[in-house]
């Protein structure tokens, strides 16, 4: 059985991986999923949030976790994991990515955010001092949660936080990792559009490409299809 460590993406927490765990410990599996700082029910202040403080909670609970440990990103936490790989490479047997953002070398992850849909940018809602930022709700509703079942979205929507922006104006620079990689490509998302995912992971060559017709979050949208691709790539690390 396999150990995943799981790292959300932005607006969202630990809580957001429920429904695919609850699937993966009942076949076994251990998992854990981090709230990154700022995020879920972490305390943290976003004006003092960092990428690097992301990096480091996410290699906090890949140490916590017993034994080597398949470590699953989604949206910005696609970053994460890769950075938190090259920092701890005895701790990861493989990287999974989903709808992931894979910056090159030198760039940020806003410089991607800049070129996502026009119309999913203004349902970005901006503090006044621009340093976070929300998601609308009619934005979670189209964008985030599309596809989802109306009863999980409306149940999404109060536990959302804002989004520090200083972690996505920082240039990244990744460290080496040997851990096996792997991208879940989502066909019908609206947020990271599937000819960008396809550009990102084929600069960043993944082991295998696995795709679920989903929007922006299959882990609420369709968690057992999802599983079903873990327990696959578990048995393939």
């Not at 690097?52 to 996410?58: F, G, I, K, L, P």
Request: aromatic fraction near 8%.
């Amino acid at each position: 059985m396999a150990r995943f460590v799981f790292v959300h993406g932005s607006w969202q927490g630990a809580w957001c991986w429920r429904q695919l765990v609850s699937f993966l410990e009942a076949q076994g599996h251990q998992t854990m999923a981090v709230d990154l700082p700022g995020h879920g029910q972490d305390p943290s202040p976003l004006e003092s949030v960092t990428f690097q403080d992301y990096v480091d909670r996410t290699i906090e609970a890949v140490k916590a976790s017993s034994g080597d440990v398949i470590l699953v990103g989604h949206s910005m936490g696609g970053t994460i994991i890769r950075e938190a790989a090259g920092l701890a490479p005895d701790r990861i047997r493989a990287l999974v990515s989903i709808a992931a953002l894979l910056p090159p070398p030198g760039a940020t992850m806003l410089g991607f955010v800049e070129g996502f849909d026009p119309d999913y940018l203004a349902q970005i809602l901006w503090a006044p001092d621009r340093r976070t930022a929300r998601i609308s709700p009619e934005g979670v509703r189209r964008f985030l949660c599309s596809g989802c079942p109306a009863p999980v979205v409306e149940s999404v929507l109060p536990l959302l936080t804002p989004e520090p922006v200083a972690p996505y104006e920082t240039p990244l620079f990744f460290h080496d990792s040997n851990a096996l990689n792997y991208y879940i490509e989502c066909l019908q998302d609206r947020v990271v559009l599937i000819g960008l995912q396809r550009t990102m992971h084929a600069d960043v060559p993944a082991d295998r490409v696995y795709s679920l017709e989903s929007g922006h979050a299959p882990y609420l949208s369709m968690p057992d299809e999802l599983a079903l691709v873990l327990q696959k790539i578990a048995a393939r690390s």
